[in-house]
Nanobody, 126 residues
Framework: DVQLQASGGGLVQAGGSLRLTCAASGRTFSNYNMAWFRQAPGKGREWVSSIHSGGTTTIYADSVKGRFTISRDNAKNTVYLQMNNLKLEDTAVYYC???????????????????WGQGTLVTVSS
Protein backbone atom coordinates (compact mmCIF):
# COMPACT_ATOMS: atom_id res chain seq x y z
CA ASP A 1 0.00 0.00 0.00
CA VAL A 2 0.91 3.64 -0.39
CA GLN A 3 0.74 5.93 2.62
CA LEU A 4 -0.38 9.50 2.08
CA GLN A 5 -0.05 12.68 4.10
CA ALA A 6 -1.75 15.91 3.07
CA SER A 7 -0.69 19.37 4.16
CA GLY A 8 -0.95 23.01 3.20
CA GLY A 9 -4.42 23.88 4.38
CA GLY A 10 -5.20 27.04 6.29
CA LEU A 11 -7.29 30.18 6.53
CA VAL A 12 -7.47 32.36 3.44
CA GLN A 13 -9.66 35.22 2.29
CA ALA A 14 -11.98 34.80 -0.63
CA GLY A 15 -10.09 35.37 -3.85
CA GLY A 16 -6.86 34.13 -2.35
CA SER A 17 -4.74 31.08 -3.13
CA LEU A 18 -3.40 28.01 -1.38
CA ARG A 19 -1.34 25.06 -2.52
CA LEU A 20 -2.01 21.68 -0.97
CA THR A 21 0.65 18.99 -0.93
CA CYS A 22 0.23 15.25 -0.61
CA ALA A 23 3.38 13.31 0.19
CA ALA A 24 3.40 9.60 -0.50
CA SER A 25 5.50 6.77 0.83
CA GLY A 26 5.44 3.03 0.43
CA ARG A 27 4.97 1.24 -2.86
CA THR A 28 5.78 2.85 -6.19
CA PHE A 29 3.94 6.17 -6.25
CA SER A 30 4.25 6.58 -10.00
CA ASN A 31 2.01 3.54 -10.54
CA TYR A 32 -1.02 5.25 -9.03
CA ASN A 33 -3.59 7.60 -10.41
CA MET A 34 -4.15 10.22 -7.73
CA ALA A 35 -7.09 12.37 -6.74
CA TRP A 36 -8.18 15.11 -4.40
CA PHE A 37 -11.52 15.01 -2.62
CA ARG A 38 -13.10 17.41 -0.18
CA GLN A 39 -15.71 17.25 2.51
CA ALA A 40 -17.54 20.36 3.66
CA PRO A 41 -19.20 20.49 7.07
CA GLY A 42 -22.36 18.41 7.08
CA LYS A 43 -21.84 17.15 3.53
CA GLY A 44 -20.55 14.04 1.85
CA ARG A 45 -17.10 13.58 0.37
CA GLU A 46 -16.87 15.24 -3.03
CA TRP A 47 -14.43 14.44 -5.81
CA VAL A 48 -12.39 17.49 -6.88
CA SER A 49 -9.73 16.43 -9.36
CA SER A 50 -7.66 13.51 -10.62
CA ILE A 51 -4.31 13.12 -12.31
CA HIS A 52 -3.12 10.14 -14.30
CA SER A 53 -0.18 8.14 -12.95
CA GLY A 54 2.12 9.59 -15.58
CA GLY A 55 0.97 13.13 -14.89
CA THR A 56 -0.07 13.80 -18.47
CA THR A 57 -3.84 13.90 -18.04
CA THR A 58 -5.99 15.73 -15.52
CA ILE A 59 -9.72 16.13 -14.91
CA TYR A 60 -11.66 18.49 -12.68
CA ALA A 61 -15.06 18.92 -11.13
CA ASP A 62 -17.03 21.70 -12.78
CA SER A 63 -17.08 23.62 -9.50
CA VAL A 64 -13.28 24.07 -9.53
CA LYS A 65 -12.44 23.99 -13.22
CA GLY A 66 -10.35 26.99 -14.22
CA ARG A 67 -9.44 27.78 -10.61
CA PHE A 68 -7.68 24.63 -9.35
CA THR A 69 -4.71 22.84 -10.87
CA ILE A 70 -3.59 19.34 -9.96
CA SER A 71 -0.02 18.28 -10.64
CA ARG A 72 2.46 15.68 -9.49
CA ASP A 73 6.18 15.14 -9.20
CA ASN A 74 6.84 11.41 -9.34
CA ALA A 75 10.51 11.93 -8.48
CA LYS A 76 9.40 13.47 -5.18
CA ASN A 77 6.43 11.15 -4.60
CA THR A 78 4.19 14.18 -4.30
CA VAL A 79 0.92 15.43 -5.72
CA TYR A 80 -0.21 19.04 -5.48
CA LEU A 81 -3.43 20.99 -5.69
CA GLN A 82 -2.98 24.66 -6.53
CA MET A 83 -6.16 26.51 -5.60
CA ASN A 84 -6.68 30.02 -6.91
CA ASN A 85 -9.57 32.46 -6.65
CA LEU A 86 -10.91 30.61 -3.64
CA LYS A 87 -14.57 30.96 -2.80
CA LEU A 88 -16.47 30.57 0.45
CA GLU A 89 -17.92 27.31 -0.83
CA ASP A 90 -14.43 25.84 -1.16
CA THR A 91 -14.25 25.59 2.63
CA ALA A 92 -13.75 21.92 3.43
CA VAL A 93 -11.36 19.27 4.61
CA TYR A 94 -9.32 18.22 1.58
CA TYR A 95 -8.10 14.65 1.17
CA CYS A 96 -5.69 13.11 -1.27
CA UNK A 97 -6.34 9.58 -2.42
CA UNK A 98 -4.61 6.92 -4.48
CA UNK A 99 -6.32 4.61 -6.94
CA UNK A 100 -4.90 1.63 -5.08
CA UNK A 101 -7.69 -0.72 -6.22
CA UNK A 102 -7.06 -0.05 -9.89
CA UNK A 103 -10.52 1.22 -10.81
CA UNK A 104 -9.00 3.55 -13.34
CA UNK A 105 -8.31 7.19 -13.92
CA UNK A 106 -11.90 8.29 -14.53
CA UNK A 107 -13.48 6.96 -11.37
CA UNK A 108 -14.86 9.58 -9.03
CA UNK A 109 -16.31 7.40 -6.31
CA UNK A 110 -14.53 7.72 -3.01
CA UNK A 111 -15.07 4.03 -2.30
CA UNK A 112 -12.92 3.19 -5.34
CA UNK A 113 -9.83 4.74 -3.82
CA UNK A 114 -7.92 2.41 -1.55
CA UNK A 115 -5.50 4.77 0.14
CA TRP A 116 -6.24 8.10 1.82
CA GLY A 117 -4.35 10.88 3.50
CA GLN A 118 -5.53 12.29 6.81
CA GLY A 119 -7.04 15.48 5.38
CA THR A 120 -6.11 19.13 5.62
CA LEU A 121 -8.59 21.90 6.46
CA VAL A 122 -9.11 24.81 4.09
CA THR A 123 -11.19 27.68 5.41
CA VAL A 124 -12.14 30.54 3.11
CA SER A 125 -13.36 33.70 4.79
CA SER A 126 -15.16 36.72 3.39
Amino acid sequence: DVQLQASGGGLVQAGGSLRLTCAASGRTFSNYNMAWFRQAPGKGREWVSSIHSGGTTTIYADSVKGRFTISRDNAKNTVYLQMNNLKLEDTAVYYCAADAYGYGFHTRRSSDFGSWGQGTLVTVSS
